[in-house]
């Protein structure tokens, strides 16, 4: 594409768009329009077209990612694809994405001649902050117009009834501002290979009884069911330990087993797969057993054979010289709230970890008290939004803020918040002057869901590797998001191989190569 004929040439910075103007009078006039313009819909494109005929230079500012909050997991659309999509339209010259959470500073500095607004925002009594606007128009003799308000339309409304499909077009723009490309994926992966990690937690033995419905009670609301087969896994921080090695790390696995077949069960499967084993035995309480009854696809109960008692203190001072010992380039703490980590043995953990190793922390709550905010100081960390919103005691606040806040009390580098289907958004720290952007989403990989249960622990494996071997949160958030999805399109607690994480790196690369 021609430079004259890039659209995306008509992005400009509020510095580069003041030069271009210039100082009034001037002699052509210009026009400003501001909005989110999440979706760029029928509604917008008749405001823009509107605007065009009333001046010479149309100048569309839309709401940086950071400053809307209007809607759950608002903007649907990111800043440099919604620019990208207003700088599209033959009606507008110039686009610029204004960092700050009102246009008031960037009227100033440009003065447009006319700043246009809805129909609604004129609609009985004037808003105080549409007064503002007009104030500082009014001060250099700019004029406010107001758009008819015959067609209106919601973003909201849009993607709220069919969201549009465009994982593959936020990831490339994400990926490309960012510096990051498909080969750097790839590299990133290869990197892998020796890296030492140490992984601390609960051990869960996940079982799958596979049933079939034979019949019902009449009498009473008993389903009768014929058990066909059972298969069982390592579960828990043990399947965290199996990815990380299948992804090519060196793993130590620390943990704490009751004195019974299903620790033998486990360690013969771990070790088979090349983890060093640190069990501490613990004959008081049963390996943690989680047997799950399935027929026809259908999830029927769950049955949990547990003891959740905090571990002794000796158990904690064998844990605690383990982590202090053993080198390793990361540890993971990987907590299921069975009783390895408590409110007295976190503080005493957290404080034997040797300075050098980055700290991950997971601390996922099903049925049981836990709180990731536990974990402070650490380097990553990786809540589901549940789990967030039980930290912060907080059901209702929309997710960007909610994250925000969790990423402030807990006070880590980096946030890797799970959205389920809808993705992710990871909070990070520093942006600095050209890209303030604290945070990112990235969207859900999976196109075949099968089983979602153990996709988190694939991303918290995968995402602390990248993050040890590339320092890039970017990088980690896409590796752990597709190994995630591996996780998601398989039935059962299987680790995730670089092999089936490269075949979706080579789909999205396909679907991305457009421009």
Known sequence: MS???????????REELRTILGARPRAKTVIMCHGTFDIVHPGHVRHLMYCRDKADLLVASLTSDEHIAKGNLRPYVPQDLRAMNLAALESVDYVIIDHNATPLENLRLLQPDFFAKGYEYVHGSVHPKTREEM?????????????PGDVVYSSSAIVDMVPPRIAHDKLALLMKAEGVTFADLR????????????VVGDTIVDTYSYCTVIGGGTKTPTLSVRHDHTVSYSGGAAVVAKHLRKAGANVDFSSVLGNDALRDFVLKDLKSEGIRCHEIVDSTRPTTQKNLFIAASHRLLKLDHVDNRNIADRIVTKLTEQVASIECDAIVFSDFHHGLFNVSSIPTLIGAIPKGPIKVADSQVASRWGNILDFKGFDLITPNEREARFALGDQDSVVRPMALNLFTKVDCKYLILKLGERGIITYRRGGGDQDPRQFFTIDSFVENLVDPVGAGDALLAYSTLALSTTRSEVVASILGSMAAAVACETDGNNPVSPEQVSRIIDVVEKRSDYT
């Open 135 to 147: 104030d500082i128009l009014e001060s250099y003799g700019g004029e406010m117009i107001f758009t």
């Open 3 to 13: 430079p004259e004929k890039d659209y995306r040439r008509k992005i400009k910075t």
């Open 187 to 198: 590299a990133a992966m290869k990197s892998f290979a020796g890296r030492r990690v140490h």
